[in-house]
Every structure is written in structure tokens, then in C-alpha cells.
């Protein structure tokens, strides 16, 4: 059938999703069809998409006789009112009924039409028994042929409002009207009705008559029964297809209709023969309802509009004149024929784009796995909520299911998704009614209810971890679980943000998985662990926005040898980060741990690595004075296949020798992925790399794992320097690992030696490096080059300015 999308009535101030939505059913053996239906909420708009399996149109005894009622009706009006100067009816209005219930209901209702036309004839227009046989083949088999035409160009009894349609309907009238003509016409020959030379004539105005009537009925007819389906099945009746339009709007069209068709009678009553030229007075208001109206009652409208010309002009009356032969026949006929079709197709073609915009809105709204709204949606109707004040007090939940990467991982991404729709389902159903569920990517949820006023969230959201806790769910010969992190916050009165709420929502939710998963945390501002999250993630899209605007900074330190004279630059390059607003540097310590927690930290050491490398290639007499370059390396970009990629392209065109390369690698980002570590150490190592083991004693067993580690230097952790002097225990690990290094053939760096006491401890006890302010405070790179000589004579010990910084 055709079913014609309306436009959506007033909605609230606000619209969300209900969370009883029914996510789109599993493949059955018919295929499913959507229908839009409104629900309970505003935007986008409030729909739901219902998906059902269609079942065939139902056959129930009063359908049929309301079409034989309303077929001898058209027929009443076709012969008592439109008579043609020929007595043949001027336009038959019960062909466009015959092709609707024909592509309806298929053959059996030509059959119907058969019965009917001897019905007819008895009780409206008599008829010689020689004419009857042509009359019934006439009606009934021009219907079949129509339907032919109309299946035959792909149109079927569930076809949408497309302009398609609409040619396949004027096709399918086409075929009907020849069949019927034909059929019919020699009927009337044949019976001495007419005379065989007015053959031709008879048939065109019997085709004119055939051919408005399914214009004028068939398309209406089958919009009327798809809205009344779609009623009877629970959508709404005015779908969300049109433009937003008041009563307004539709007091000032009806008012300039009927104005129109005044003038329409008033100058046709004062020369009647202006009054048919007038007619497309209406035709215009036609258009503005196609534009702007339901399509529905565009066609309905349209269909009306043509039958009063129609019955004006044969009967004669308000300056319509009955045409006088068969050429001023055909040419009302025609006139009217397209007075009707320009609307509906126009109607039919915003309908269609409609249609296709909303597909669109459906497609950028609503997450195809589960059914579920998605993101766009949460954040719109989350702004349309907040702006409400019958929406406060706001639940505003974040939802994040726990090691769900695991499943995916060692099940197959099919259990991941299978397991997503069934935990929609289930959070579905555990919510309120008038609580709102969105899917918004990946593993994560969030619900909004607004005007919150039930029990204690804490509680209600504990509840529902539990039942997903609780969930079992089958996949192939085992059962799959999983628990949820949730975060949450209660939107009260006053001005709220959206994106602040947000942010803190995302926040507790992190906070409940780094507590251990499981649980539900509030987003509460006094919370310490929320408060460091909310911090963490400000660093976030700092360290972003300093990578795209290029604000970071790098810096040189000296390590300087202790053991005699060594040629050279010794330096270790460090991190700054500029400030956008103040101009400040930013030492490591404000943002690496953010960069570490939220995975940024291969992106700093993508850049430190490039530009370092930039900057010597650049300046190749500096760089030929270089001995040593230290750059440190996260724990991260050991274990990122993409950085080690990136890193052996990087040194393979890059013109600084390689064997003055060194990077430095914490002892704990080692051990966490020891395997992994030493692949990536090997692989640098077979190009000329050196390595060093950064803040070594910090780490556990760190003695047991050393044998596996090919590092050539030791940096001892730099709280164990400072407190040497002070402290017999720092002093006896400092000892030891000198020991170690000189065993394994290493080199030893002393860390945060910042007085000259402590320097010359330090070389006394062996080591053959040392770092820190007693030797030079980090300076920018350019700077650093810039100075003439390394440091002063011996140790090249500077005064000490400041307090250390642990770079």
C-alpha cells in the first residue's frame, strides 16, 4: 500500500528517547519493515523506530463492502452528475476504484467489480442486456490490466509516497483506460449505442473519463487505508515528514481558498466563459498545501477541488459551461487531469525527500547494533533537558561495562556485539519508564531520567550493576558475564553546563573502574579521587592542544663525566611545555602522569624524538661535537608497534650517527612487558642505539630482571643520590649498584647531584656520570648549544641557584 508520512504535531519542550524502545528484532523468514511512531519525548523527535514483520493485508467481509458501497457511490456521481454530451459519463470515477482494491487485495477484486457493474446498471443506468457483457469485461478487466502495470513496473500493495509510485499508478490508468475503452467502445457499437464511425471519439472520452478517475481516486484511496493500517497498528497517524505548521497556518489557507473559489463564482456568474480559466485559482492553494501540508490531505484536498469542477461544469451552473462536443471534453478532462496530477506529484516529491532526510536524521541519531539512540542524540537531548525546568532534578548516568575488550578479544567481536544487544535489553528493562537509555559507542551507555524524585540513586544505580553482574549470556558451549562502572550526577535547580556535567559524569565513571570496577561512583566536586580524574582529563586536551599548536619546548641537561676527561657533549634532552596564557614552562611533572594515564605519552615521545633529530640534522657542526644524546621513552611507546615503527623509519634517513643516540627507559616500564621490551631494545640496538636504565632501585626485583635488559648505562634513581650523604642505607644502594654496573660492564649515572659535596661523593664511590644542578640547569636546546664550553674546568661544577627539579 502507499503510506503517507505526515508531519509531526506540537511537541514538548523537550524530547528524549523512552527507554522501552525495542531495538530492531533478530532476522525471521519475512523481512522486517520500520514505521516511525512517536514517543513520549521531544527531539529527533521523539520517535521510535518499530520494527515489525509485515503480515498480509487482512481479508475481514466489511472491507468488502465498503468498496461496494463506495464503488456504486463513484458511480452514482460519475452518472448522475457528470454526464458528457455524448450520454457517455464525462469522468468515471469507479475506475480508480477498481485499480485500488485490485492492487489491495490482487485478481479476486476484479471479480467483485464484475458483480458490481450488473448491480450498477440496475440501479443507476439501465442499460440494453447486448451492452451489459462489455460493460462487466470493460470495468473488471481494465482493472486487471491496470494492476498488470502497475506490478509490472515494480509497484506492490505496500509501496511508498515516491514519485515513482506516482508513475506507476498513471501507467498502470493508462492500461486500464485503453483496455477498458477498447472493451467498452465496442460494446456500444456492437449493441447500437453508437454508431461505428463515432468509434474513435467514444473511446477517447471513455479513456479521458477512465483516466481521471484513478487520478482523482486510486491514490487517495490507498493513502487512506495505509493511515487507517498504520492507526489500527499503534503508529501515529501524523508521522514526523512535514514542516512544523500551526492552526494558523491553516485558517489563513482555508480562508484564501475560499476566496478563491468566491471569485471563482463571482466572475463566472458575470461571464462564464473566464469562469474554467479561474479555476486554477485553486490550484495554486493546491500547491502551497503540497508544499506545506500532509500529503495525505494534499491528495485528499485535490481530489475534492476536481470533482466540484467537474460537477460544476456538467451540470452548468456558477458560469461553467457543459462542453458541447468531444474535442471540449477531452479538453476539461484533461485541464482537470492535470489540475490534480501537478500537486500529488509535487506532494509526492517532498514527501520523498522527506522520507529520505529523516532515513538521514534516523541513520546520525541511532546506533545500529542496538537500536539505541546514540551519542548525537544523548548530547542534544541532554542540552533540551537541562534547558527544561520540569525536567530538574536530572539523573544523568554514565555506564561503562568492564574488561569488555577482553571478550571481544578472545571470544570474536560477534559474542562483543551479541553481548552489547543483549545488556540493552536487560539495562532497558531494568529502567523506569520515563527514564532514557542511549548507546553512546563502544562499551558505554548512559541514562537520563528526568524529574528524578524515586529512592536514592546510589542505591537504584547499585541495583542495576548488580543485575548486569547477575547476567549470563550464552555464546557457543559457554557463558559470558561481565559487571559496569557507573558514574553518575543529579542535575538540581540553576544553570548547569553541559559540557561540565559531562565531563564530571565521565569522570566518576573512570573513578569507579580505576577503584576496581564494579561499582557506582557520584561525581561529587569534594570527592578527591573524582576531583584528580576531572584534573586529569583538563591535561588531556591541554596536551592535545599543545601538540597541534606546537607549544612544547625542549630542553638540555649536562651529564657530566666524573672519571676523568671525556670529549664531548653529554646532555639528556627534557620536555617543557609553554603555557598559552601566561607564557609559563611547564616541567614534565605537571602532565606526564595524564599523558601516561589517558595513552598520549607515545605522541610527546613522537615529537621529543622528531624534533630533537630535526634540530641536529639541522645544525650538523653542533651535532658533530655531540657525544652523547639521552631522550627519555615512555613505558607505552616501548609496547606501541606503531611508535617502534615510526622510530626505525625515524633513524633510518636520519644523518645523526647513531651510536651517540641513547634512550632512556624507566625500570618499571621495562618489567611490565618484559618480553616486549627487550624486542624493542634488540631491534634499536642492531642500528647502533645505546640504552639506558632511568631511576634504577626504584623498581621491584629490579637485580633479577638486569641479565635480560641490554642497557650500557645504570642512572641510579635520584632519591637514593641525594640522601647518600645523610643516609647509610642510600649510601649502601648507591655502592651496590656501582658494584653491579662495573660487574655486568656497565656504566653508572648518578642522578639530582645538586652541590659539589655531593659531586665529588659521587666520584669517589665510581660512578662515572653524574646529572643535576651542580652541573647546569636545563636551557632551551638552541641555548644550550650556544655556549662555547661544557662547563668550567675539572667537574665542571656550577653553583647551585635553586632548589633541584626532578627532570
Known sequence: MLAAGSACGPRAAWDLHPAGERAPPSPVSRTPQCRAQEAPGPRHGGRKLECHVPSPPRRHPGVFLAAALLYLLAAWLSIGFLRGPDDVALIWLPAGIGLALVILFGARAAVMVLLLVPAMHALLAPVPWSFLPFSMLANALGALAGGAAYSALGGTASSRLTVQTGFQILIGACALAATSAAIGTLGLVLSGLAAGEDWPTKALAW???????????????????????????????????????????????????????????????????????????????????????????????????????????????????????????????????????????????????????????????????????????????????????????????????????????????????????????????????????????????????????????????????????????????????????????????????????????????FTAKELGGGRVQRADAADAAVRERTSAMHWVMRINEALEQDRFELFCQDIAPLQGDSPGRHFEVLLRKRESTTGALLAPAEFIAAAERFGLSSRLDTWVVNRCLDWLEDHPQQAAGVRLCSINLSAASLVDPGFGRFLQQRLARSSFPLSRLCFEITETGAVSDLGRAVDFIRSLRALGCRFALDDFGTGFCSFSYLPQLDVDLLKIDGSFVRDAADSPLALAIVQSIVQIARVTGRQSVAEWVETPALAEQMRTLGLDYAQGYAFGRPRPMAEYFAEAEIGASGLGIRPQLEPASED
Not at 487520478?215 to 501515529?236: D, E, M, P, V, W
Not at 551519542?375 to 533540551?384: H, M, S
Request: hydrophobic content about 55%.
Open 207 to 509: 479513456a479521458l473519463g477512465d483516466v481521471f478517475g484513478v487520478i482523482a481516486l486510486c491514490a487517495t484511496l490507498l493513502l487512506c487505508i495505509g493511515a487507517l493500517r498504520r492507526r489500527q497498528q499503534g503508529a501515529a497517524a501524523d508521522g514526523p515528514l512535514a514542516p512544523r505548521r500551526g492552526w494558523l497556518e491553516y485558517i489563513l489557507w482555508s480562508a484564501l481558498s475560499v476566496a478563491a473559489i468566491a471569485l471563482v463564482f463571482a466572475v463566472g456568474a458575470r461571464s462564464g466563459s473566464q469562469a474554467l480559466g479561474l479555476a486554477g485559482l485553486p490550484m495554486t492553494m493546491l500547491l502551497w498545501s503540497a508544499i506545506r501540508f500532509p500529503p495525505l490531505l494534499t491528495f485528499i484536498l485535490t481530489t475534492v477541488f476536481a470533482l466540484v469542477v467537474a460537477t460544476l461544469t456538467g451540470l452548468g451552473i456558477a458560469g461553467f459551461r457543459v462542453p458541447s462536443g468531444a474535442v471540449e471534453s477531452a479538453v476539461l478532462v484533461g485541464f482537470l487531469c492535470i489540475t490534480m496530477v501537478v500537486p500529488q506529484i509535487l506532494a509526492g516529491a517532498i514527501h520523498e525527500n522527506r522520507v529520505a532526510a529523516l532515513r538521514l536524521l534516523r541513520r546520525a541519531l541511532r546506533d545500529p547494533l542496538t537500536g539505541l539512540p546514540n551519542r548525537a542524540a544523548f548530547e542534544e537531548d541532554l542540552r533540551a533537558a537541562l534547558a527544561s525546568p520540569s525536567a530538574r532534578p536530572l539523573l544523568v548516568a554514565y555506564l561503562d561495562l568492564d574488561q569488555f575488550k577482553i571478550i571481544n578479544d578472545t571470544l570474536s567481536h560477534a559474542a562483543g556485539d551479541a553481548l552489547l544487544r543483549e545488556l540493552a535489553g536487560l539495562i532497558r528493562g531494568a529502567l523506569p519508564e520515563h527514564a532514557y537509555l542511549f548507546r553512546l559507542g563502544g562499551d558505554e551507555f548512559a541514562v537520563l531520567q528526568p524529574g528524578f524524585e524515586d529512592e536514592d540513586p546510589q542505591q537504584a544505580l547499585e541495583q542495576l550493576c548488580e543485575r548486569i553482574a547477575d547476567f549470563r549470556f550464552a555464546w557457543q558451549s559457554g557463558l559470558v558475564s561481565t559487571r559496569a562502572s557507573v558514574g553518575w550526577v543529579l542535575a538540581g535547580e540553576g544553570e548547569v553546563d553541559a559540557g561540565a556535567l559531562l565531563a564530571q559524569v565521565d569522570a566518576a565513571c
